[in-house]
């Protein structure tokens, strides 16, 4: 597995939840790490980015100034903190790598398994 996301679970409103997600150093390594997520029967959608060295940041207009993508390359591990979760945040979340920006799927070409986030109101 080269990557895995772990972290979900279940939380209330208002709550806040820490994904990680490691990688193997090969696919890690001068990369820009984004976490995506899908709804029930909706697509998969852009959340966060991260370039490697941590310095630039992006952000879809629905998480931001709630959710903070950070990487630590040491450890092979992004992470995205969220908070003031909504129950609109409630679905699948994925860790992918590209290697140049991107928001769209097409550009991430390693993908994690996925871990479920539910936000209960």
């Known amino acids: 597995v080269q990557l895995q996301a772990s972290g979900g679970g279940l939380v209330q409103a208002g709550g806040s939840l820490r994904l990680s997600c490691a990688a193997s150093?090969?696919?890690?390594?001068?990369?820009?790490m984004g976490w995506f997520r899908q709804a029930p029967g909706k697509e998969r959608e852009f959340v966060a980015a991260?370039?490697?060295?941590?310095?630039?940041?992006y952000y879809a207009d629905s998480v931001k100034g709630r959710f903070t993508i950070s990487r630590d390359n040491a450890k092979n591990t992004v992470y995205l903190q969220m908070s003031i979760l909504k129950p609109e945040d409630t679905a699948v979340y994925y860790c992918?790598?590209?290697?140049?920006?991107?928001?769209?799927?097409?550009?991430?070409?390693?993908w994690g398994q996925g871990t479920l986030v539910t936000v209960s109101s």
């Open positions: 992918a790598r590209s290697s140049v920006y991107s928001r769209s799927i097409n550009e991430y070409n390693y």
């Open positions: 991260i370039r490697w060295g941590g310095e630039r940041t």
């Open positions: 150093v090969r696919i890690f390594s001068s990369s820009v």
